[in-house]
């Protein structure tokens, strides 16, 4: 399913087009569309009035090969990296398409590109290109998701780190592993975020546009920031699965431990019992009247003096 949004650039103002228009007379009456869509083989075939190139449909149909900007004679195509809806450690894509006199910003179905458009003359002081003013609020757009998604994973390790430290038995290598993961993900996306849009914001770069450009990149800079912070993120979730894989080596350890005492208590234990468990003939501790009871008070002696010199070397520690 497509949605469509149409805009038109003035030389003071932008104006939202409500009317669905046919793709002939896009470039001729608006200069932005926005198409949300999940499929993009179908956006493809909605786009043939265009008659792009295979290289183009190839762009916007596998825009995970192809991060960085590409150009050709007829369009500028940048694919910009964002966080799925459903799972923010998983990729979706933004696509635009810049031809002459018309952008085409393709985005997910479930994700509008709100648009915050100042008056007019506020507008025209701050930018002097609407089609940059407009990457602006998408970069921004796509800011602020990242910054929840950053601030969202900080909370889990933070609750974590907690777990782990109050109720380290409720927490599971499995955990562990996800959040390692999972941030290394996000960290990944972060920065690829702020490479494409620094290669695209210089390559869009001219004399008039420069102003506006900058802004866009005084934008693009906190994506270094929170890479940054993803990075952080990243040694603290592998230093939490260092800790976690400490705990547990020493409860192997101390069970182990506990394990060896048994067994060393048990050890003379067994020897005596292997003694009189022999079938010799002639054996006089056998008819001895009390020799049952003092064969038990020699295994609980020997068991005390061994408890007590296991607990007094701190071997139970």
Known sequence: MIQLSFFKFTDTDVIEVKNDLPLAEWEKNVNWVNINADDRKEVIDYLTFFNFSDEINNLILNPGDHLLTETSHESIIQNFIISKKSSIFERDYITLVLLKNLTICILPASMPFSLEINEPEVL????????????????????????????NTRKQIHNLELNLISSPEKVSSADMMSAVTNIRYLADIVEDQYIGFNFFNKLI?????????????????????????????????????????????????????????????????????????????????????????VVWGIFVLLSSVLLYFFKKNRWFD
Do not use: C
């Not at 025209?124 to 601030?151: D, H």
């Not at 003379?268 to 009390?290: C, R």
């Open 205 to 293: 770069i001219n004399k008039n546009r420069e102003p506006d450009a900058h802004k866009l990149k005084e934008v693009i800079d906190s994506f270094r920031e929170l890479s940054r912070i993803s990075e952080r993120l990243e040694e603290k979730a592998e230093s939490l699965r260092t800790q976690f894989m400490l705990i547990h080596q020493e409860e192997s350890a101390r069970k182990i431990n506990i394990l060896t005492i048994v067994q060393a208590i048990f050890v003379p234990l067994t020897f005596l019992a292997g003694i009189y468990g022999m079938n010799f003939s002639y054996m006089p501790e056998l008819n001895w009247k009390y020799a049952y009871f």
């Open 124 to 151: 025209m002081k701050q930018y002097k290109n609407f089609r940059i003013y407009f990457t602006y609020l998408l970069v921004r757009l796509i800011l602020t998701q990242s910054t929840m998604n950053v601030s």
